[in-house]
């Protein structure tokens, strides 16, 4: 019976990844052999529990990279190469002089799933005789194991499968393909826009105004952006620079910035193409900015601060770094600012992820990829 859940989970998995992240299905490897598997348990010295078995038999793993097939825990799933090493590298690792335990890492735990960038992980617990024996647990690698996650591999991949169906309310994200996890942004407070402009001789704090339109910016700050950062990197100016102006204004309205009339207006105006004021610590716009400031100071409510510091790069500054750093902000507000983005963008076919090698070869002005391009120099005669 639970053999059964682990394959009527695997199928409601691969047919809402087929409809709805198709990339991040094409990652799902075929079965495993049965040979297979009983060579991986002999070397193990382990019983694999039988969900565990089933899922072999349904997937051998996910390959890795960016699309890759991940549990909501961020874990790839891992096929019995990585099943095999992984474990062996954690049966390896040095436990103290108290030997086994229990929270940290035991011989008959086997890992299924790696977070890839440290050994953190899922497993099962193949502790053949006991109650627990199949039960799903995660490693941390600073806090050791800690198990209730589920007490078989098929109730795990059958809650996995009402997450995928429950959408963004639990985290599930969506983008060209691609299966990704976020957590869901919280509730923020709104700021009050009827409160009176300050004056200008009043107490308030600075605010950064030395930005510049034909400011370099750093290829790191692109990289992050991944599909999206290489096809901002690529288009012309103009384009990147409606998209800032678009990004700036979303970012006004989902932090209630855009209720301030001073903030509206200034908007507006480069919405219309008109000069950007002079930066003046005066100006009535930056004295709401300003006045947003101490509110967040006294609030404590970092988000507007940085939203903030956001309206006055996006007035001022390069529009390649205000594109960015606007989405970047967003991206603690709503799960689909990657979509918003792109349409923001014009909508292009998106190329693939950058690797170094694309940052190598970018040519362009307004972006610093020396260091990349040092590193794929054409060979010198």
């Not at 502790?127 to 039960?135: L, N, Y």
Request: net charge negative; proline share 8%; glycine share 10%.
């Amino acid at each position: 019976m639970s053999a059964d859940l682990v394959q009527d989970s695997w199928t409601r998995i691969d047919a809402w990844l087929s409809e709805h992240a198709p990339r991040t299905l094409a990652t799902l490897l075929p079965p495993a052999e049965v040979e297979e598997i009983a060579a991986a348990q002999e070397e193990l010295g382990v019983t694999f529990p039988p969900d565990l078995v089933a899922s072999l038999l349904r997937h051998n793993g996910a390959l890795e990279g960016p699309a890759a097939f991940r549990f909501s825990t961020g874990d790839r799933l891992l096929g019995l190469g990585g099943l095999l090493g992984d474990t062996g590298f954690m049966r390896a690792v040095d436990q103290g002089p108290g030997g086994e335990d229990e929270d940290y890492w035991l011989h008959e735990y086997v890992k299924f799933g790696s977070y890839d960038s440290t050994s953190d992980g899922l497993l099962v617990d193949c502790r053949t005789g006991r109650v627990s024996f199949g039960a799903v647990g995660r490693f941390f690698d600073e806090t050791g194991t800690r198990f209730g996650n589920a007490d078989s591999l098929g109730r795990y991949l059958a809650e996995l499968a009402d997450t995928l169906g429950r959408g963004q309310e639990a985290g599930v994200v969506t983008f060209n393909g691609r299966l990704l996890w976020e957590t869901p942004p919280p509730a923020r407070p709104k700021l009050g826009a009827d409160g009176p402009l300050p004056a200008p001789d009043e107490q308030l704090p600075e605010l950064e105004l030395s930005f510049s339109p034909t400011d370099v910016l750093h290829v790191s700050h692109l990289d992050g952006h991944e599909e999206l950062g290489a096809l901002i990197a690529v288009l012309p100016y103009e384009q990147v620079a409606e998209a800032a102006r678009k990004q700036l204004r979303r970012l006004a309205v989902e932090t209630g910035l855009n209720d301030y009339p001073e903030v509206r207006a200034a908007l507006d105006a480069q919405e219309q193409g008109l000069p950007a004021p002079r930066p003046d610590q005066a100006d009535p716009f930056i004295l709401r900015l300003r006045s947003v400031l101490a509110q967040a100071a006294t609030g404590r409510v970092a988000t507007h601060r940085w939203a903030a510091e956001k309206m006055a790069l996006g007035i001022w500054g390069s529009p390649y770094r205000s594109v960015c750093e606007s989405a970047e902000l967003r991206s603690h507000f709503t799960p689909d600012w990657r979509a918003d983005l792109h349409e923001d963008l014009g909508s292009p076919p998106l190329p693939p992820i950058p690797d170094d090698r694309f940052w190598g070869t970018l040519r362009n002005p307004a972006i610093d990829s020396s260091w990349y391009a040092a590193q794929y120099a054409p060979d010198q005669d």
